[in-house]
């Protein structure tokens, strides 16, 4: 009990929202505590600080301890609390319509540069480019595969494509819609390939958390207005550094449990196997549709339980 309670104090030390209250006690130390500190130097200035504590009892200055740990971890239970409509928020899925559909145009008209520029370089063998247009090309070909070919499908940002993306590439090879498939394909999978997704999964949800923190961190401008600029730019970084990253990270593992486990759900629904690429894709959309309505046709034939 008292391990599981430690781990948790420690997880709340070095949470992304501990970065939050760190970065409204140094906008309160550059605005009201700044002179302290060039007058009696870091060290000093914490004594002055925590004179009030120090003088207190051994319980009042546990209790203030115990109050910092609850602070940061009813913080991160918020954000854990608030990850999925925040994530979801990110991809795009927004109730107001027009900056929706303005931004969705205009990265839709980079995706489309993009591609128009990938098939011009594409024509012509590897062998005959320079390392230039061959460092283009691959460079052109990571970003054309984080955008939905087809317009319809894409989003108002670049997470919400990278994430769509993914999709629709196995729902194109397999048929198989992921938003019906994955919940029941995530049942079939082994531990490993379980444990190196919900890996994944946290570190997205991580660098989400971080992000929210620096956007929130804007608040302490009512101490000092450089709260604004370097918070933005806190979240800009992480957003394209690192929320991207780890998003098409993610994307990537949960395709490549479609590619290598997806016939778990043939075997497990006795669904019949397919035999060749293009009998999957018609046999991946049949089983979609069975698992998201049901069917009463007498085909497919279930197969014989094993045993």
């Not at 002055?48 to 207190?56: E, H, R, S, V």
């Not at 969705?104 to 024509?123: C, E, K, M, S, Y």
């Not at 590897?126 to 691959?138: H, K, P, Y």
């Not at 957003?239 to 998003?247: K, P």
Request: net charge positive.
């Amino acid at each position: 009990m008292s391990e599981k309670l430690s781990e948790r104090w420690l997880t709340a030390l070095f949470s992304p929202a501990c970065l939050f209250w760190l970065a409204g006690l140094a906008a309160w130390i550059r605005s009201e505590g700044w002179a302290t500190v060039r007058g009696h130097g870091w060290l000093g200035a914490a004594r002055i600080w925590t004179a009030g504590l120090t003088g207190l009892p051994a319980l009042v200055q546990g209790m203030a301890v115990v109050g910092v740990l609850v602070l940061l971890t009813l913080s991160g239970l918020l954000l854990r609390f608030f990850s999925r409509p925040i994530v979801r928020c990110l991809e795009g899925y927004w109730v107001f319509p027009g900056p929706r559909r303005w931004l969705r145009v205009r990265l839709g008209r980079r995706a489309d540069a993009d591609i128009a520029r990938l098939r011009l370089l594409a024509a012509p063998p590897a062998a005959s480019l320079d390392a230039e247009r061959l460092a283009e090309r691959a460079r052109l070909t990571r970003r054309v595969r984080s955008v939905p070919l087809v317009p319809a499908r894409r989003m108002p940002t670049l997470l919400g494509n990278v994430l769509r993306a993914s999709e629709d590439r196995v729902r194109a090879h397999y048929g198989l819609d992921p938003v019906v498939c994955w919940p029941r394909l995530w049942l079939l999978l082994p531990d490993a390939a379980k444990d190196e997704v919900t890996a994944a999964h946290r570190s997205l949800l991580l660098v989400t958390h971080v992000w929210v923190c620096a956007v929130a961190a804007s608040v302490w401008s009512v101490w000092s207005l450089w709260a604004i600029p370097v918070s933005l730019l806190a979240a800009l970084l992480t957003y394209r550094g690192f929320l991207l990253a780890s998003a098409r990270a993610h994307a990537e593992l949960v395709e490549s449990c479609f590619d290598l486990y997806r016939h778990q759900l043939y075997v497990s629904l006795r669904w019949p196997l397919p035999r060749d690429p293009l009998v999957e894709y018609e046999a991946g959309r049949r089983l979609t549709a069975y698992l998201s309505a049901g069917s009463r046709r007498p085909d497919p034939v279930f197969a014989p339980l094993e045993g």
